[in-house]
């Protein structure tokens, strides 16, 4: 019997992507102050992916590679 939940038929799960080298992570950001709510990008070790000069969150769909 075929389900539509059956973790098997899914097909292969997409490579995590990298940024600078290491290995990063889509989370959830969200800060009202700022105005910032968005799936950014998170280090293994739980922090959030900043860009350097602007110091704010980098979007998960902005990282290639």
Do not use: H, W
Not at 1 to 7: A, D
């Amino acid at each position: 019997m075929s389900s539509k939940n059956n973790p098997e038929l899914r097909g292969a799960v997409t490579e995590l992507r990298k940024y600078k080298g290491k290995t990063v992570k889509p989370c959830r950001v969200i800060d009202p102050t700022q105005g910032i709510d968005f799936i950014g990008a998170a280090f293994e070790s739980g922090e959030i992916v900043t860009d350097a000069n602007t110091k704010r969150p980098i979007p998960y769909q902005a990282i290639y590679g």
